[in-house]
T-cell receptor, first 115, second 114 residues
């Protein structure tokens, strides 16, 4: 158990819908990272927040957005869902703002299926 | 962007034997970090080992060790005394010292046979 929690574990929805994935980082961690794992794209970095502020952006679609709240939990919002958005979404956390000195610990993931 | 290549989609090893998983990466940076993560059937991403590029000594964690060849940009993972519980997908990842995101390879699926 990494100490990072994600809800829900599974999510099934229809195309065009909007969903929210939630992540609680390890106690004391200020950074949250979101990754997407799909069969065709592999593991891709989406976005990072540090202490409530967006810190880095990766291959995140405009239909996707995220935020980190004062209690440091984070939410990833996916809208206008398409079949290709079906994937495993991971949240990871680290203590500080990132960089190689900080190991990222992953949550169990949310499996999203868009029908 | 840095690319990470795992050239072995699948590997197989017998219990108690040793196996080596390969990883190469492309970078122009001199300071960076390398990781191996394990993803068992549960899909949880578990950190196996990490290596700082500025350290010449290869990292070890119990039965897991790496062979880090900085000039060759190679970072292989050796698993000794393989156990059934080692069966998983193994991902090699690169992290820039000035960046935050982990850049992953495509993964190697390891099968452990009795």
């Amino acid at each position: 158990d990494s100490g990072v929690t994600q809800t829900p574990k599974h999510l099934i929805t229809a195309t065009g819908q909007r969903v929210t994935l939630r992540c609680s980082p390890r106690s004391g961690d200020l950074s949250v990272y979101w990754y997407q794992q799909s069969l065709d794209q592999g593991l891709q970095f989406l976005i990072q927040y540090y202490n409530g502020e967006e810190r880095a952006k990766g291959n995140i679609l405009e239909r996707f957005s995220a935020q980190q709240f004062p209690d440091l939990h984070s939410e990833l919002n996916l809208s206008s869902l398409e079949l290709g958005d079906s994937a495993l979404y991971f949240c990871a956390s680290s203590v500080m703002s990132g960089g190689g000195s900080e190991t990222q610990y992953f949550g169990p993931g949310t499996r999203l299926l868009v029908l | 962007a840095q690319t990470v290549t795992q050239s072995q989609p699948e590997m197989s090893v017998q219990e108690a034997e040793t196996v080596t998983l390969s990883c190469t990466y492309d970078t122009s940076e001199s300071d960076y970090y390398l990781f191996w993560y394990k993803q068992p059937p549960s899909r949880q991403m578990i950190l196996v080992i990490r290596q700082e590029a500025y350290k010449q000594q290869n990292a070890t964690e119990n039965r897991f060790s790496v062979n880090f060849q900085k000039a060759a940009k190679s970072f292989s993972l050796k698993i000794s005394d393989s156990q059934l519980g080692d069966a998983a997908m193994y991902f090699c990842a690169y992290q820039s010292n000035s960046g935050y995101a982990l850049n992953f390879g495509k993964g190697t699926s390891l099968l452990v046979t009795p």
